[in-house]
């Protein structure tokens, strides 16, 4: 029989995106707790059974009409329970995928903005490259011109008079 100190002293191993520790704890808390009322309230209706019994032991024995209760209390505590350990992890569920979503998406927009400032650093550097391109083309032209104008000049000049 699991007693309320082996539910309290239990340790679950943790795994990535289990359940949050903390709320598995307090649930498993209040579990103790409600079990720690019912065995209580066992013993106590077990104790007073046997004074009953003792009480009257010439008559013969009659069913104890609360234990349909006590059982039907103990039925309604376990299906709340559930319920509530249902509940509990929808909630954990849901707030995991929101978190992954938000992460997902704000990692989304990080890369876009990574990938547009490459796209902007690539397009100056880009521009940057035609300029000098330009610069040569320009360089060359001018110094073609002034070799071009230098043989010209050359041509016409005797080094050697006659």
């Known amino acids: 029989m699991i ?4 539910i309290r002293e239990k340790d679950f191993s943790t795994a990535k995106q289990g359940y949050n520790q903390d709320e598995v704890d307090d649930f498993l808390d ?13 013993q106590s209706l077990s104790e007073k059974l046997r004074e009953a019994e003792a009480a009257k032991p010439s008559e013969p024995a009659e069913p104890f009409v609360d234990e349909a209760a006590y059982f039907k209390k103990v039925e309604a505590t376990m299906r709340e329970t ?3 350990a ?21 990692a989304e927009e990080q890369a876009e903005a990574i990938l547009s400032s490459a796209r902007a650093e690539a397009d100056t550097a880009k521009a940057e490259a035609d300029t000098v391109r330009k610069g040569i ?15 010209t000049i050359l041509k016409g000049v005797s080094f ?3």
């Not at 249902?86 to 704000?106: D, F, P, Q």
Request: avoid cysteine; charge should be negative.
């Open 160 to 162: 050697f008079d006659d």
């Open 30 to 42: 209040e579990l103790a707790k409600q079990l720690d009322v019912l065995v209580r309230e066992n």
């Open 137 to 151: 083309e320009e360089y060359r032209a001018r110094f073609r011109q002034l070799v071009e104008e230098q043989a």
């Open 3 to 6: 007693t309320s100190n082996d």
């Open 86 to 106: 249902e509940r509990i992890a929808g909630e954990t569920i849901a707030k995991a995928k929101t978190e992954a979503e938000e992460k997902i998406s704000g």
């Open 82 to 84: 559930l319920i509530s």
